[in-house]
């Protein structure tokens, strides 16, 4: 089974500020089209999860720019350029590789 | 747009079978995978398979023994069936679709399994 390993796990930011969270698998998702199998979703506060970033780095439709991803093989990152009020939530990455596992989640909040 | 709507009993005894159905509006389930994902009260996201129209499935592997999925495109539906519940299978329970990506879901339909 692919395990990923999120970091932090608890993200306190200041309006305005960047943030950062990090993704690990225990096996490259790198497939051989080319393509990184890793998806980041936030589930916000009540809320179902929804789709951020697909494939690594392509925003889902009406995504704010603000939001990024990068990464390859085994690490990824979700960027956030400038975090607003409304980004409070829990930010899951997962693989899709070989069937699909979530990251533990990163709780972001506001400062 | 494409919507999801998931139903069913909230409440399920010990050892009996839990189902759940997922009914599609906006758009056609003649197409992309069909998928459950499970949230057990206050942790992470957990997959737990996926049919496409034509009725081909894939479950995770550590849920494969007791899970069933079944799809009705002519009510534009699909629906889930664990069977031998336990209080561990206490959790909202979510449809997706899964394109680019798994979007839309529904908005849950939490599940308890209690005497």
């Known amino acids: 089974d692919i395990v990923m390993t999120q970091s932090p796990l608890s993200l306190p930011v200041t309006p305005g500020e960047p943030a950062s969270i990090s993704c690990r698998s225990s096996?490259?998702?790198?497939?051989?089209?080319?393509?990184?199998?890793l998806d980041w979703y936030v589930q916000k506060p009540g809320q179902s999860p929804q789709l951020l970033i697909y494939m690594g780095s392509n925003r889902a439709s009406g995504v704010p720019d603000r939001f990024s991803g990068s990464g390859s093989g085994i690490d990824f990152t979700l960027k956030i350029s400038r975090v607003e009020p409304e980004d409070v939530g829990l930010y899951y990455c997962m693989q899709a590789l070989q069937s699909f596992t979530f990251g533990q989640g990163t709780r972001l909040e506001i400062k | 747009q494409v919507q999801l709507q998931e139903s069913g009993p909230g409440l399920v005894r010990p050892s009996e079978t839990l189902s759940l159905t997922c009914t599609v509006s906006g758009g056609s389930i003649s197409s992309d995978y069909w998928n459950w994902i499970r949230q057990p009260p206050g942790k992470g996201l957990e997959w737990i398979g996926y049919i496409n129209e034509r009725g081909a499935t894939n479950y995770n592997p550590s849920l494969e023994s007791r899970v069933t999925m079944s799809v009705d495109t002519s009510k534009n539906q699909f629906s889930l069936r664990l069977s031998s519940v336990t209080a561990a299978d206490t959790a909202v329970y979510y449809c997706?679709?899964?394109?680019?990506?798994?979007?839309?879901w529904g908005q849950g339909f939490l599940v308890t399994v209690s005497s």
């Open positions: 997706a679709r899964r394109g680019a990506g798994f979007g839309p």
């Open positions: 096996q490259n998702l790198l497939n051989s089209n080319g393509h990184n199998y």
